[in-house]
Structures are given as C-alpha cells and as structure tokens.
C-alpha cells in the first residue's frame, strides 16, 4: 500500500486499519476452533479480480491459493460475471433441485464435450451437494452399488473430503473398508528408491494384494486415486504408474475412480489430469473449478455403472443454476483459450525457477509439480536424513538401499520442516504473496494460481516466494 501523503489519506488508512481488525477480532471471537485458512491469512478480502485480492485494509496480495485450487480463471473473471448476470436478469429460478433447466443442459454439453472421448460417449452424470466430499461419497456409494462389493482401494497421502466415507478413504482416517496403497512418490519414496522402481514396486503390491486370497483384502468395489495428490502434497503420479492401476483393476473389473476435484479444468496441463497418461477411469468426480467459483459437484461414469436406484443419492442443493452457468462459462474459456497448454507450459518454467533456486538452499528439499499445481517442500538442512521406511540399518542390519536390484542408494529425504513452511507462507503474506501449505507434515508450500495469470505476474510471484525464502533460510541459518 502506498504511503499516506497527507492527513486524509492517514485518516483513510487508520479507519480501514481499525475495519479490518475488528472484522477479525469479531470473527475469532464468533467462529469455531476449527477454522481453517483463516486461522494463517488474517485477511478480509474486499475486492477481488483475477490473480489480485484487496483486503479491507487496502493492502493487496497475489493470490496462490485460488480458493484452494477453485477459481481456474481467477477471480471475478469478466465471462463469469457476465454468465451469473445473464441468469439473473432472465428470471429464471435459482432454486430447482434436480429438475432439467436450459443452464444446466448447457453445463452438461460443455462438460461432456471436454471428457475423454471413450467416457464421453457413454457417459452418466449425477448431480451432487455441491462439496467435492459429496461428489466422493457419490462415487464410492455408485461402485459398491454396481459390484455388490463394500471395500474401497485408497492411497497413502490421499484427501478426498470431510464426509465420513471420504474421510475414510482420505490418509489420515483410522480404515474401515478401505485397504490403503502406496501412492508413488520420489522424495519420501516408501521403498527408500524413488523414481520407476519404486513405482513399479508399489504396483506389483497392489497387484499382489488383490491376488493372495489371504491377504486379507478381498476384491473391492472400486479404487479411488488422484492423478496428482494436492493436500498430500503435490505429488503427480507417474503416468505409466496410472496406465498400471488402470490395467490392474480393468482386468480385474474393480472400477477405477479418478479424483480430480482439484486437478481438473487444465489445472495440470491438460483438461483432465488422467489425459496425460491416455487412462480413461470409470467414474471421475469433479467439483472446485466446474462451477466458475461458484459451488458444484457432479460425478461422470460409464453408464453400465447406472444401476443404483431413484434417490439413491439425493440432496436440496444439487441444481445451483449461477454455478451451473458460471461453469459453462469457465469450461467453454479454458477450452477456447488452450489454458491447460498455457498452464501446462509456464507452471513447467516456473517449476524450473523454483528448483535453480532450490540449489542455493539446503532447506528446499524438493521442488515438484504439474502445470500450475506447484510444491516447494521445506526440510531441515541439519538434520539427520531419514530412511524412507523399511529396515533400521544403524545396528549393522543389511542396507537394502544398496541393493543393485533396487537401482542402487537412494538420496534420503531430510526430515520435514514445518515450522519453516509456516515461516514461509507468512513471509510469502508480508511480500503480498497468499499461497497454502500441505503434505504429510504440512512442510510443502504449495501455489495453485489461476491459469490466467500472465507472464509478469507469474515472474512476480516467482519473486516474492524466492525472496521470502531467502529472508527465512537468512534469518534461520539454513
Ligand atoms: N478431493 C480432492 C482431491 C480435493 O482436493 C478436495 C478438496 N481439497 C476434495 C476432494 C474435497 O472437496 P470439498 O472441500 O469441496 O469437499
């Protein structure tokens, strides 16, 4: 914010200072304990447009985190204004529960038209609450309904949603139905070996799960899996690792549901993140960006999956028509526009920046992405470094890391730092800069920027996160 030049503009400043603190005195008096994002950006957003949010005290901040991967053209996008507005001022109603409208048909054809080609030619579509969570309970309740099968595959550092199913099949729930898998990851490999090896190994257990009848996991009604984890920490699963899973469950008939709440709508390169691996999952469930900033969830799957019942997955608000229309409105503009191309091509820069930078600090232990779902985990450089998991090798037992077959030692991971990730992100909110943090340990500051950022903001925001982590390696000697 400029400085104030005489008494008026101090007058100004002082009243929207005293504004802004008593809205957040208010709401941490008034609101749970369990607030979120709120409890770390002690911002009240006033105006808003594109990548910029003006806070009531008339500072403004690049916003990185998109309402969590939401607004896929920003904020207050013109043709989603324009879209909310045509509703409004054509009397049509706002309420409607599952009826057909002309803007939900609309909504419908323009998502069928950008879903893989073998989904879209039999595709169903239900129409769920309008959290992402739902849309997951949906999915899960649809494939245990078609199998007659209660168990769910789900992944290590999965996150799904907050309802008790989703929860369920999200990582950190005590398991119930659900068997859990080891997603692929390089930097905190299970295996302690990253890269295809460790993919591969993670499959073959899949692969050996599902056929030792004592396992203890029998066949599953479905397996849900995200083609890039986001809370988990930004981790994109190998392509040849999906084109795995896909062939594991297909000849196994166990329905393959694809989460891409937060990867869909170009976010990582391509329309749907699946695209990038060729794999055409069974269901996907979509909700964040398919309704323009506004709240929608729907699942898509093959229709021989359409046997549950009328009712079977019912709800008051399933027929948002300003989140339908903003929706068609955001869908048709990614497409029209390229902007998973775009997004694919500059969050690989980006991503390049960020890792030059990593060279310069110990404390960057891993920088990772795809397209504009950017990681940047923070380690402690002292630290001891850590075996991924599997044998204690300080007292002399065999280092498997070593072993020829596993493709020889593996860099260890340095311990996670979240203390420094949260020293991060608040030096990121001074430089004007709001991203989020997520992973295991809350150690990976993660951007999530709208695809319409242009060049100069995405060297903006390449700036202030570079500068904020070199005023917190400064100030920590890291
Ligand atoms: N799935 C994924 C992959 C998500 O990232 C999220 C939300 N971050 C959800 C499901 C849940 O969506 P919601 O918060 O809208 O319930």
Wanted: charged letters at 20%; hydrophobic letters at 40%; glycine letters at 12%.
């Amino acid at each position: 914010m400029p400085a104030p030049y005489d008494g008026v503009a101090r007058g100004t400043a002082a009243r929207e200072d005293a504004v802004h603190e008593g809205i957040l005195r208010r709401q941490s008096a008034r609101e749970s304990a369990a607030r979120t994002y709120a409890r770390a950006l002690p911002i009240v957003p006033v105006r808003a447009r594109g990548l910029t949010i003006e806070g009531a005290d008339g500072r403004r901040y690049l916003d990185c985190l998109s309402g969590a991967g939401t607004l896929a053209l920003g904020h207050n996008h013109p043709v989603v204004l324009e879209a909310i507005r045509k509703v409004l001022d054509s009397g049509a109603p706002l309420h409607v529960l599952d009826l057909a409208t002309p803007v939900k048909d609309a909504f419908t054809t323009e998502l069928f038209r950008t879903l893989p080609r073998a989904l879209a030619d039999r595709a169903r579509i239900q129409f769920c609450g309008p959290a992402g969570t739902d849309a997951v309970e949906a999915a899960l309740k649809l494939v245990r309904t078609a199998t007659g099968r209660p168990g769910i595959l789900a992944f290590t550092g999965a996150y799904h949603g907050m309802t008790a199913g989703a929860l369920e099949a999200s990582s950190g729930a005590q398991d119930v139905r659900v068997a859990r898998l080891p997603y692929p990851q390089d930097y905190r490999c299970p295996f302690g070996i990253g890269g295809p090896r460790g993919a591969e190994l993670g499959a073959r257990w899949t692969e050996s799960l599902l056929d030792d009848t004592k396992s203890g996991v029998p066949r599953p009604a479905g397996m849900i899996l995200e083609p890039v984890q986001g809370e988990g920490g930004v981790i994109p699963a190998p392509d040849p690792w999906l084109r795995r899973m896909r062939a594991i469950t297909e000849s196994r008939s166990i329905p393959l549901i694809a989460d891409e709440v937060q990867t869909g709508v170009g976010r990582t390169g391509a329309f749907w993140a699946v695209e990038h691996s060729g794999v055409v999952p069974d269901v996907m469930v979509l909700s964040k960006a398919i309704g323009g900033s506004l709240p929608l969830a729907v699942i898509v799957y093959r229709d021989d999956l359409d046997v549950w019942g009328p009712g079977a997955h019912a709800g008051t608000f399933r027929g948002n028509q300003l989140a339908m229309a903003a929706g068609t409105a955001t869908l048709a503009y990614v497409r029209e526009n390229g902007l998973a191309e775009r997004a694919g091509d500059l969050g690989a820069r980006m991503i390049g920046q960020l890792q030059s930078l990593a060279k310069e600090f110990p404390c960057i232990g891993d920088v990772r992405g795809r397209g504009l779902m950017i990681g940047v985990e923070l380690v402690e450089p002292g630290g001891a470094t850590q075996p991924a998991s599997g044998p204690d090798t300080t007292d002399g037992a065999s280092d498997f890391s070593a072993d020829p077959l596993l493709g020889g030692p593996a860099t260890a991971p340095l311990p996670a730092a979240p203390d420094l990730a949260a020293a991060v992100r608040d030096a990121c909110l001074n430089r004007g800069l709001i991203v989020e943090l997520g992973g295991r340990h809350s150690s990976v500051v993660r951007l999530l920027p709208p695809l319409t950022i242009t060049d100069e903001q995405a060297a903006a925001v390449v700036d202030r996160l570079s500068d904020a982590l070199t005023a917190v390696a400064r100030a920590q000697h890291c």
